[in-house]
């Protein structure tokens, strides 16, 4: 096992330590993917809801990209047995949750669920708090793979790490009892540094309020709306994409193969941010390794949101096997500034399998901006003032978004049958994950996966794009020189 020397060497040695205890389930050694109901639905749910959207994944092609979790979230259940298990709402789900578990499992996906840590839901409904082993029970017994776990009405239980972790571990040690493998996703809101103690448990953890529908804006009910806060007790809702990055920002490198910072549900197609916002929001999620969850009404997604979310350039930079989120290098604040006294640039910069390495521009000011950063700055992980290899080499640059699905497209995918959609993404040679994992695409150097190659930046050169308002550059660097050793997050040379 090769430990890298240079200034990031006690950032890596966190990672061995921390990585000896994460979460050893076999699941999510890549951000899980998929689609959940909450952000779109709230509680109108019901049993021809689940199996619509599940048609209607594989039908846009969304399966076979990556998103392969149905996820049911609140509002489910009617309450408890005499024997004290969860009851389906007959009403809402009258062939109850195996005949939707096989459903689900039949079209080549997985089933989620959702309870609460507390002694009711968000919504009020039945939580598990203090019945982990009945609830585990019921859940593996349904067929389900993945458990999303929130925080509402814990009976006070919070305020400490240790006393949040431990309502949260009865849940794993119950799930982990039930013998079926069972991805669990906490939803603690980021609160008691569950950054710090996630993996030790879970798949993934939320690390901030809830989001929602908008890019800067404030709100008074994301009470954490400064980052730097140190007062903030309460992490709120209504949370910006902006807000949750510059949230994630200091500890992005918390995630690793196993266990996940989760950025919250992906807003694209909601309707309410412009196209340049969603691909934002979406490349920003992708890089930091937040897993990927579509929460939008699919039986009512436009043909430009889909092809935000089908792009495969920018997927494979989120289930790229090396595992590292994106860090940030650079942020100027010196910009034209919205309504709301928000502006700022950022530049975002992490190594990938093969040696590659993802740069972002992102333009959170209020017009567009020609934005620039250094191979020296692309490459502080590896050493200052262009000290290291990487910066002393040039880089072929491909642009991740170039090869974009054309609209005309996607509003045949959208409008026609599962068959005339099938032979649109055959005609395209679309990238079908199924057939080729990412990492075997990564591995032969797909170019479906690599982007289109724009130019060149040479040895101790600057990468410059113009970026649009609330917009994002994304790139790919692959090495025109070849033989630099990259390392991966459990330290070995990739």
Request: hydrophobic share 35%; aromatic share 10%.
């Amino acid at each position: 096992m090769a430990i890298h020397k240079g200034p990031n060497a006690f950032s890596q040695l966190l990672w061995l330590f921390g990585s000896a205890t994460a979460v050893n389930n076999g699941l999510a050694r890549t951000p899980q993917m998929g689609w959940n109901n909450w952000n779109s639905l709230g509680c109108d749910v019901s049993e021809d809801l689940l199996l619509d959207t599940s048609a209607k994944l594989v039908q846009f092609g969304l399966r076979d990209v990556g998103y392969n979790y149905v996820v049911l979230d609140d509002c489910w259940s009617s309450g408890r047995d005499e024997s004290g298990f969860l009851v389906a709402d007959a009403r809402k789900f009258p062939r109850g949750m195996n005949f939707i578990s096989d459903y689900i499992h039949d079209m080549g996906m997985l089933y989620g669920m959702y309870s609460s840590a507390g002694e009711m839901t968000c919504a009020r409904y039945a939580g598990s708090l203090d019945f982990e082993e009945n609830d585990a029970k019921s859940f593996a017994s349904w067929g389900v793979d993945y458990l999303k776990y929130d925080n509402c009405y814990n009976m006070g239980r919070f305020g400490t790490p240790s006393v949040t972790y431990a309502r949260y571990d009865a849940m794993s040690q119950a799930l982990n009892r039930t013998g079926r493998p069972i991805l669990y996703s906490l939803c603690s809101w980021g609160e008691d540094y569950v950054h710090a103690w996630g993996m030790s448990l879970a798949n993934s953890w939320r690390m901030s309020g809830d989001i929602y529908d908008s890019f800067t804006r404030p709100d008074a009910l994301c009470s954490c709306d400064d980052p730097r806060d140190p007062h903030c007790i309460h992490p709120g809702s209504r949370c910006s994409v902006l807000n949750i990055l510059n949230k994630v920002a200091p500890y992005a490198e918390a995630g690793a193969p196993g266990g996940w910072n989760d950025l919250d549900m992906l807003e694209v197609g909601h309707g309410g941010m412009t196209d340049d916002e969603y691909k934002a929001h979406f490349t920003m999620w992708a890089v930091v390794k937040s897993p990927l969850l579509i929460g939008a009404d699919l039986r009512k997604l436009s043909p430009s949101a889909l092809t935000i979310l089908n792009n495969p350039a920018i997927i494979a930079i989120n289930q790229d096997p090396n595992g590292r989120s994106a860090m940030r290098v650079n942020v100027n604040q010196k910009v034209k500034k919205d309504k709301y006294g928000i502006g700022e640039t950022q530049v975002w910069s992490g190594s990938l399998a093969n040696g590659d390495q993802i740069v972002v521009f992102l333009n959170a000011a209020d017009e567009d901006v020609e934005m620039k950063s250094g191979l020296d700055e692309i490459f502080i992980g590896e050493g200052t003032g262009c000290s290291a290899v990487h910066c002393q080499t040039s880089w072929a640059v491909y642009d991740l978004w170039e090869k974009r699905m054309d609209t005309k497209i996607a509003q045949k995918i959208v409008d026609g049958t599962q068959e005339q959609a099938v032979k649109e993404l055959r005609k395209l040679n679309w990238y079908n994950s199924t057939e080729t994992s990412y990492q075997s695409g990564l591995k032969k150097a797909d170019e479906r996966l690599l982007g289109t190659e724009i130019g060149t930046v040479e040895a101790k050169g600057t990468l410059k794009a113009k970026v649009p308002r609330h917009g994002v550059a994304a790139f790919r660097l692959r090495s025109r020189e070849g033989g630099v050793k990259r390392y991966s997050t459990t330290h070995e040379e990739l």
